[in-house]
């Protein structure tokens, strides 16, 4: 069995990619507690011993606030860890694939962005996520880069986009949320089954990977509440200048999986059917 070593496991698409992942590979899973990637020696020394065939970098701060807050934990982990990561898997001769957003796009573009179009990042979150990608690809031959939207995945410990709009809706009667932020709601399940279909194809390079769709936070919040059949709460769509954040958020983050398409790989699934099953899921 080939070996696969991965980081970020406890996360949300750690908890995704590892059911799947451990059908085929031997895994052998790092995250914060056992090994920070930030320590350059540590991650050399594990993937060295561990000589896996592939390394999955699933391990980031992802909380887009908190990097704006703090840019040198954000580019410590995100730009600097994913170095590591990457000089381990030089050395060791392993295969990387990197997960990285569709935040590194500027949002200007009126439809979604394909792999051609260029990065221009507009905060600290997804500027150090495309340094650790040009890190990587400084470094390394043989990676991909797995471009993903607005995740959500995780069951009962979802405290993100969907858990919290599920959480709050059933405590409140009416939520305002903004219509003018635009990506493509993307189910953990259908990216790691993507990334697993994907990674023994030898056809490096990048690729985005998120569910077929384009929405906006209002639109998707409306389906939540009808997946979840939460009828006591009224949406109230709203722009996002009410809502003062640390850090500037593109207009549009969609992804068309175009990359894909040229192969000829069927499309993933709508992002709406994705999350139907997800909330099943979590009434289960
Ligand atoms: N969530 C999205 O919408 C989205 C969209 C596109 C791409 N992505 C990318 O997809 C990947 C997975 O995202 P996710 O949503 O699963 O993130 P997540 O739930 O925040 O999980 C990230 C994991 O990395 C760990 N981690 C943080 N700092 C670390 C360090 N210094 N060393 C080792 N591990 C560390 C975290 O531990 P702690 O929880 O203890 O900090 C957590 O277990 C990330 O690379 C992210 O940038 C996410």
Not at 115 to 121: H, I, K, R
Not at 145 to 163: E, M, N, P, Q, R
Request: charged share 25%; aromatic share 10%; glycine share 8%.
């Amino acid at each position: 069995m080939d070996r696969i070593y991965i980081t970020g496991v406890k996360g949300m698409l750690g908890r995704a990619v590892v059911p799947l992942f451990r059908e085929r590979y031997e895994i052998f899973p790092a995250d914060l507690g056992e090994t920070d990637v930030r320590d350059a020696d540590a991650i050399m020394g594990d993937i060295c011993r561990t000589k896996p065939r592939f390394v999955l970098h699933l391990a980031a701060i992802t909380d887009v606030d908190a990097c704006e807050k703090n840019p040198d934990e954000a580019y410590g982990v995100n730009a600097l860890g994913t170095r590591n990561v990457a000089l381990a898997c030089q050395r060791s001769d392993a295969v990387m694939a990197y997960i990285s957003t569709g935040m590194v796009y500027d949002g200007r573009k009126e439809t979604p962005y394909v792999e051609f179009d260029p990065a221009c990042p507009l905060n600290v979150y997804a500027r150090s996520k495309y340094q650790g990608e040009i890190m990587m690809k400084d470094l390394l031959s043989r990676f991909y880069t797995f471009y993903s939207c607005w995740l959500f995945g995780g069951g009962i410990a979802d405290k993100k986009f969907v858990g919290r709009i599920i959480e709050r809706a059933r405590n409140t009667s009416e939520l305002r949320v903004v219509n003018d932020k635009f990506g493509s709601p993307t189910y953990t399940v259908d990216l790691a089954k993507r990334m697993f279909d994907f990674i023994e194809s030898g056809l490096y390079g990048k690729y985005h990977c998120a569910n077929a769709g384009c929405v906006n936070r209002f639109e998707m919040s409306l389906e939540i509440l009808k997946a979840a059949g939460i009828t006591g709460c009224r949406l109230v769509p709203v722009s996002s200048d009410e809502f003062a954040l640390p850090a500037a958020r593109p207009r549009m983050e969609a992804l068309r999986n175009y990359n894909f398409e040229l192969l000829g790989l069927a499309p993933m699934r709508n992002w709406a059917d994705a999350l139907n099953d997800y909330i099943e899921t979590m009434n289960a």
